[in-house]
């Protein structure tokens, strides 16, 4: 039995993806196939944050219903599910069932049931222990916590994923542990507020923080970095800072949603902060590790936004100068606040887009000037890929800042942690040359970022 998947969205849904994989080889023999056409089940791991892509599904689901072979199934999965629920198999008859993003361990079970529709957002699999995957690779996601307790004004996740709850300690450290056991040596933390864990359990818990819960998967040997997506900026407290910038095994990359440079439109938002404290606690954070690298996402054309706003979330943008951004136009979701605001608070598209081109043109020429400035320095690098071929050679990883640098004329083992100059830059891309391969125990003694003076360390 094949299984053919395709994931649409944010590193959750890939996680779920691959849970679902997982149970599925080890419960039901699937093997992966990435042709369409040989599968006997087909899922799509669907997003619903925008519009477009949850428009685009019915579209795909027709295109998979004219290719699948005879006997083959479909099945939908993921937050437009949970949204959707039995409406997908109205609309389109040839789905045989609809998982939503809060059951995915009970992908086995619908399976079997036909036009199945599970799709409770107050189901809780907080406990659940997934099968193990049969590809670890190096990098690999733990969720530590599922669904939300944010309202804001302009986000569907809440009414797709449920309530938050906080994935046990327990269970993190000892799927922590097998991971790193079968060579995974960078895990990525997720949550939709990850720095919010530990506020609820569906089990009796000692109590617990996010930060603590940092320095307890740190003491796992083997384990060289530790990332997490997404920190809320209300709940960056100074400790939580502290253990960040101190703690060796916690990568010095960090990706904080500003959303908004305005405080007016962050009050809207319901984001809980305002500017000032934004920059507030960016300064605190640039105070204990200067050469932190920082990613954001901003909504532009939120309702009611006017220039002062935007040139407010431009003057924030030129302040940070973010390492990655990721911006969008608003896009109105249903079952949120914003969705039911007056049409004469909308702003027009075009204006939008424009503001949109506008940001993203600002940050373009913040990363080429910050690029220059790299020329010379050292970082240490986990090498994810090379390439050997047609006269090319070549590796690249990312930074403990996150930078995404390429190695020229050098094929460096995949998992192996070197040190690479930075010697030029194209179009913001970092390009380096090899200075020297680091065990797991020098990278972890080693300063995470180190300035070339004089062409010596």
């Known amino acids: 039995m094949k299984l053919f998947i395709q994931t649409l969205g944010c590193a959750m849904n890939e996680r779920d993806s691959a849970h679902m994989i997982a149970e599925l080889q080890e419960k039901k023999q699937y093997t992966l196939t990435d ?29 998979f219903a004219k290719e699948k072979k005879p006997g083959a199934k479909i099945g939908i999965c993921g937050c437009t599910a949970s949204h959707l629920g039995e409406e997908i198999i109205k609309k389109a008859p040839s789905v045989d069932f609809v998982l939503g993003a809060r059951n995915v361990s009970k992908i086995t079970e619908v399976l079997e049931r036909p036009k199945a529709v599970e799709v409770d957002i107050d189901y809780d699999d907080s406990t659940y222990v997934f099968a193990s995957s049969q590809d670890m690779g190096i990098k690999a996601h733990l969720n530590i916590s599922i669904g939300c307790d944010k309202k804001c004004s302009y986000c569907i996740v809440p009414f797709t994923r449920g309530k938050e709850i906080s994935i046990p300690t327990d269970l993190l450290v000892n799927e922590a542990k097998k991971l790193v056991a079968n060579g995974v040596k960078e895990l990525l933390l997720l949550g939709q507020n990850v720095n919010h864990y530990g506020v609820r359990f569906s089990t009796p818990h000692k109590k617990t923080n996010f930060t603590e819960l940092l320095a307890t ?60 404290w934004y920059l507030d606690r960016i300064a605190k954070l640039k105070s204990l590790l200067p050469n932190v690298g920082i990613g954001t996402d901003i909504i532009v054309g939120f309702p009611t936004e006017s220039e002062q706003d935007f040139e407010d979330t431009m003057e924030v943008l030129s302040i940070v100068e973010f390492d990655t951004l990721y911006s969008f136009v608003y896009s109105p979701r249903p079952h949120t606040s914003a969705y039911n605001y007056d049409k004469s608070m909308l702003v027009p598209q075009e204006m939008a887009k424009e503001r949109l081109s506008r940001l993203q043109n600002l940050h373009k020429q913040i990363l080429q000037k910050k690029a220059q400035k790299e020329i010379g320095s050292i970082y240490e690098v986990l090498i994810e890929n090379h390439r050997d071929d047609e006269g090319q050679t070549w590796s690249e990883g990312r930074s403990s800042q996150n930078k995404l640098i390429k190695i020229l004329g050098r094929k460096c083992s995949i998992g192996s942690i070197i040190q690479v100059k930075v010697t030029h830059n194209d179009g913001g891309g970092l390009y380096g040359e090899f200075v020297r391969e680091l065990s797991l125990e020098q990278a972890l003694q080693a300063n995470v970022y180190i300035k070339c003076i004089n062409g010596s360390d």
């Open 35 to 63: 042709n369409a056409k040989d599968a006997d089940l087909i899922l799509i791991n669907t997003c619903s944050v925008r519009e477009k892509p949850e428009k685009k599904l019915f579209s795909e689901i027709g295109q």
């Open 217 to 276: 998967l740190s003491e796992i040997d083997g384990l060289y970095r530790i990332r997490f997506t997404s920190p809320h900026p209300l709940h960056m407290d100074d400790g939580f800072l502290e253990e960040f910038a101190r703690n060796p095994k916690i990568a010095k990359g960090i990706h904080i949603p500003l959303q908004s440079g305005s405080s007016q439109i962050l009050k809207m938002m319901k984001r809980g902060y305002d500017k000032q």
